[in-house]
């Protein structure tokens, strides 16, 4: 018998991502060509499709086609890519290098960047709607999405990272920002893919609680990374976040620290997956907690 292989399942499961988003962004001449360019540029500079595929591996793991749901997972990363672009602003963390390529606003200047984002965030809304399922099931999903990016979830983690700049941040202030600014969008998928799926309230629970707890062990990895990852551009980020004041959970709880948080929190995450039940192969969760908890960039 051969095992399975997860690296070839994720990156399938990006590829088709990949396509569907692709769809969305043909050129079309009656348009300006410039805001279809920028949005490509950001949208396709190379990210992990995180999102996306968490959306699509939640759908398999209950054992649902997850082919007709594709417009919703174009749509987390939409979402995401206008939250990079324009976290990158000048205004907020005035960033000149993304995934190792030039900022959409050094490469395009600001008002296209920004604009490129109020795109994206409107397209995300358009794309989600050619869902095939049950439109009471899709309605719930968009409430999800929008609450996840919205005001009480991303934005709001965004505008209390900025609040805090140079201040004194305790633990708690900490943990506020980062579940909102980033573990709510990654918490989203989940949510959105037991909801297509009918999952019981408490399977929800479970997989909201997964998908806070994978997020925060991501964050904390992330500026793990930023200290002792080899790229050269994550180091540069970690000087921009010490210079602008920063707290990062390796400033407020040190290396060591911040390493076994990781795989507490990740540990945690995987214990909870055993006691979904419907789940026809909790595997694919587990594995992505698993990739999440070890990865490099
Ligand atoms: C502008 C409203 C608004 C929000 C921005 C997402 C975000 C909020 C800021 C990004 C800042 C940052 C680097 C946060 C750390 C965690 C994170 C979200 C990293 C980027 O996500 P990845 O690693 O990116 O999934 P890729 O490049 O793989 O898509």
């Given at each position: 018998m051969t095992s399975f292989n997860y690296d070839e399942y994720y990156k399938n499961l990006g590829d088709s991502v990949n396509k569907t988003m692709d769809k969305y962004l043909t050129p079309d001449p009656?348009?300006?060509e410039l805001l279809n360019e920028v949005i490509r540029y950001s949208v396709f500079?190379?990210?992990?499709?995180l999102r996306p595929v968490l959306l699509l591996a939640t759908l398999e793991a209950f054992g649902i086609e997850s082919t007709p749901l594709l417009p919703a997972a174009a749509a987390l990363e939409f979402l995401h890519t206008y939250s990079l672009i324009h976290d990158d602003l000048p205004a907020m963390d005035?960033?000149?290098?993304?995934r190792g390529k030039l900022t959409s606003h050094k490469r395009f200047g600001e008002a296209a960047a920004i604009l490129a984002g109020d795109g994206l965030l409107a397209l995300a809304f358009r794309a989600i709607?050619?869902?095939?399922?049950?439109p009471d099931l899709l309605i719930l999903m968009i409430k999800e999405l929008a609450e996840a990016s919205g005001v009480r979830g991303m934005v709001a983690g965004q505008m209390a990272d900025m609040y805090y700049e140079h201040k004194t941040v305790t633990p708690d202030m900490l943990e506020f920002i980062h579940e909102h600014k980033t573990a709510a969008m990654i918490a989203a998928p989940l949510r959105m893919g037991a909801i297509a799926a009918s999952a019981s309230d408490e399977s929800i629970a479970l997989l909201t609680e997964f998908g806070y707890s994978i997020g925060l062990a991501f964050q904390v990895m992330d500026d793990l990374l930023d200290v002792i990852g080899n790229d050269q551009e994550l180091g540069k980020r970690s000087r921009v976040d010490e210079e602008r004041g920063k707290a990062t959970y390796v400033s407020v709880y040190g290396i060591e620290e911040s390493k076994k948080l990781v795989d507490k929190q990740t540990a945690h995450a995987i214990s909870l997956i055993?006691?979904?039940?419907?789940?026809?192969?909790?595997e694919y969760l587990i594995g992505i907690a698993k990739y999440l908890s070890k990865r490099s960039q």
């Open positions: 009656n348009f300006p500079a190379g990210g992990k499709r005035n960033d000149d290098y993304r709607v050619d869902c095939l399922i049950e055993q006691h979904v039940k419907e789940l026809e192969h909790p």
